[in-house]
């Protein structure tokens, strides 16, 4: 089956780098998305890696995939306290539907 | 990058009573989700939005509690029939892109619902 897992909690100073860690199991997935959610907002696609790459950056946004290991990380350099929000991995798999993960809480400390 | 409109953006709604959430995207687009996302939760798929055939729900959602329309490949409304305080949630909808490999997928601003 599709599942998506990321820790639920991370907290970091501002200036310091941020990873945020998800794992997936559907070795299908042929997308891998990273989605912002800021209090009382929707949600808002940061970054996304096709399957066949292993990293790619984006500004402040370094995604890494370790596709043996189902393994997906988001980096974020230098990070503000305007990064404070929930941050959600994603994959598209076996067709058209996107599974989330639980989302993962990044609190920045000033 | 297409841009999607919900309406409305809140609402507050008596249990027993139905509301329908509109969902319009700027271009057309192959197919369109609704998720719903409760208090402190992961989005959760609904159902598939077809254009032109009845709506694939997943496992748990039927089509009697949300009842799904696409008329073009622009719009869909999500109804939620016969609320309760369970139903509140903020129901997104979202789209696949508007090419074959829909690489991206966008989301409107979500609709807060809050039953009484």
């Known amino acids: 089956g599709e599942d998506v897992e990321q820790s639920l909690f991370l907290s970091v100073r501002e200036g310091d780098s941020s990873v945020i860690n998800c794992t997936y199991t559907?070795?299908?997935?042929?997308?891998l998305y990273w989605y912002k959610q800021e209090p009382g907002a929707g949600l808002q696609l940061l970054t996304y890696i096709f399957s066949n790459m292993d990293m790619k950056q984006d500004q402040r946004l370094t995604v890494l995939l370790n596709k043996k290991d189902k393994h997906l990380s988001l980096r974020i350099a230098d990070t503000q306290t305007g990064d404070s929000a929930i941050y959600f991995c994603?994959?598209?798999?076996?067709?058209?539907?996107?599974?989330f993960g639980a989302g993962t809480r990044l609190f920045v400390k000033a | 990058s297409a841009v999607i409109s919900q309406k409305p953006s809140r609402d507050i709604c008596q249990r027993g009573t139905s509301l329908t959430i509109q969902c319009q995207v700027d271009s057309q687009v192959t197919m369109m989700f609704w998720y719903r996302q409760q208090p402190g939760q992961s989005l959760t798929l609904i159902a598939t939005?077809?254009?032109?055939?009845?709506?694939?729900?997943e496992s748990g959602f039927v089509i009697d509690k949300f009842p799904i329309s696409r008329p073009n490949l622009t719009f869909s409304t999500l109804t939620v029939s016969n609320m309760s305080p369970e139903d509140s949630s903020i129901y997104l909808c979202?789209?696949?892109?508007?090419?074959?490999?829909?690489?991206?997928?966008?989301f409107g601003q979500g609709t807060r619902l809050t039953v009484v």
């Open positions: 994603a994959e598209k798999a076996g067709g058209f539907k996107t599974i």
């Open positions: 939005a077809n254009q032109g055939s009845e709506a694939t729900y």
């Open positions: 559907d070795s299908s997935s042929t997308y």
């Open positions: 979202s789209d696949s892109g508007t090419g074959f490999m829909n690489t991206e997928a966008f």
